[in-house]
C-alpha cells in the first residue's frame, strides 16, 4: 500500500492551466525524510506552493500521475539516491515528462560529491552493479536510468541560473527592484540550511562564527566565501569581532568570494588568495590593495574608503 502526502492546495494556489502540482518531491527517504527534505516541504508549504511528497513503500499509478501532473520536480540527489530502484524509476519519469511536457527539473545535491554522480563511479558504481545483477534480463531499464541520471547531472548548471524567476515572484519567494533580485528571507534560510549541512565552513556569513571560526583554527583551507550582510554592519562590536591579522587571508587559499567591509584586518593585507572571484570591499580603510595578481577575478567593489591604488609601487 502506497501512502501519499501534499499540501492542502485552495483554488488560488493551484498552479494553472495543466499542472495538478507545483512541485514534486523525488528523494531517498533513509537519507533526506526527516531532515533536508522535511524541511524543504514545510518551506514550500508555508509559500503557497501545492506540493507532493511522497511518504509511500511502492511505486503506483497514483505517484506516475502526480510527477506527470506536476510543474516543477525537485530532485534530492543524496548518498543512497541511486541505490533505490524507486528513486531511479521516478528520476526517469520525471526526466520523460521534462522532454515530453515540458516539466521543470531542479536537481538539489546533498550530502553527494557531484563527481561520482557525474562519473557514476565509487557508491554510486556499486549501485549500478547490483541493479544489473538484479535486472539481468533487463538492461534496458538499467541503462535509462542510467541516461535519465546523467541527464539530471548536466541540468544542473542551466536549471541553477534560470530557476523560473517569473514562478519564484510570483510565489514571493523573491523580489525584483531597481534591477536586483532581493531574497525572502525563508528561502534564503532554507539556502543557508543546505550550505550548512552539505558543505560546513565552506560559506561563512555570521558574524559571530566568522569570529569564532577564523579565531579558533589555524587550517583554514575550507572556506570558499565570507559574506557578512549590510544589517550585520550595525553590530556596535563588528570591528571588535574582526580586525583580523593582515596575513589571515594566506590561511584562505581557497575562499572565491569576499564581501566584507570596514576594518576587517587590523592592518592592510599582506595576501589575498589568487581563486578569488568576486570580491567586495567598501569602505575599505587603507591606501593599497594588491589585486594585480588576482587573475581569476571577475568582479571587483572598493567604495566609500581611503583606497588609493590597487597596488604599491614601493614594493
Known sequence: MAYFKSSQCSSSSMPPGKWKYDAFLSFRGEDTRYNFVDHLYAALVQRGLCV?????KEISPELLKAIEGSRFAVVVL???????????????????CRNRIEQKVLPVFYHVDPSDIRGQKNDVAIFFQQHEKKLRKEMDTVTKWRKALTAALNLTISTTKKM??????????????????????????MGWQIVRESFPNSRLWQLEDIHDYINKNRKLKAIEAIVVSDKQYDDDEYEEKVGFSANVFERTKNLRLLDIRGRFTSSEPTFLPEDLRWLCWNQYPFSYLQVEHLSKLIGLEVVRGSIKQFWDYKR
Open 164 to 189: 523560473r524567476i517569473s514562478v519564484l515572484i510570483e510565489k514571493s519567494l523573491i523580489t525584483v527592484s531597481n534591477n536586483r533580485i532581493g531574497m525572502h528571507d525563508l528561502t534564503q534560510q
Open 52 to 56: 507532493f511528497k511522497d511518504d509511500g
Open 78 to 96: 543524496s548518498k543512497n539516491y541511486a541505490n533505490s530502484s524507486w528513486c531511479l524509476i521516478e528520476l526517469a519519469k520525471i526526466m520523460e
